[in-house]
């Protein structure tokens, strides 16, 4: 995400792609990498963008770096939700995807949101498997071919 095209695209293919879970009782929290490197800030400028287009019910986090899981459960108590729909925020939903958030162990953002008393549900399914994420990096890449 390079330009303020993509963060609204990715907003909308976020958004569109879980309208299912859309619930007022149920909020979804997208988990990314995270880095300690200044590019860092997409998580949270993606995050403020989903809240003020209207959708203070989606969450992004990132599992190395801020906002963590632990910024984010304030915010789900204030909402008073009772379930969490967890996606990975990454191109594939692999290690991070499958251990630290989906994993059974109690570090993982499912069984630390499930001792924190909401019904988790976690979705597997990298942002590379969605059509739309796939023509954005199709459109970079023929942009990139251009120069």
């Given amino acids: 995400m390079i330009s303020n095209q993509d963060f609204s695209e990715v907003a909308s293919v976020l958004i569109e792609n879980t309208r299912q879970y859309n619930a007022d009782d149920t909020a979804v929290v997208f988990m990314g ?10 998580y949270h400028r993606l995050d403020g963008l ?11 986090g990132t599992v190395e770096a801020e906002p963590s899981i632990e910024d984010i459960i304030p915010e789900l108590h204030s ?15 692999g290690d991070h995807a499958n251990n630290d958030m989906a994993g059974e162990e109690e570090d993982s953002w499912k ?3 499930e001792a924190e008393g909401y019904t988790v549900t976690p979705v597997l399914k990298g942002l590379g498997e969605y059509p739309e994420i796939q ?4 459109r970079h890449i023929s942009e990139a071919i251009m120069l």
């Fill in 33 to 42: 990498h995270g880095t300690e490197h200044d590019a860092n800030v997409v």
């Fill in 50 to 60: 989903l809240k003020t287009q209207g959708n203070e019910r989606y969450f992004i």
């Fill in 79 to 93: 909402l008073r939700v009772k379930k969490v729909v967890l996606l990975p925020f990454m191109i594939v939903a």
């Fill in 111 to 113: 069984s630390i949101l």
């Fill in 135 to 138: 023509r954005i990096f199709a």
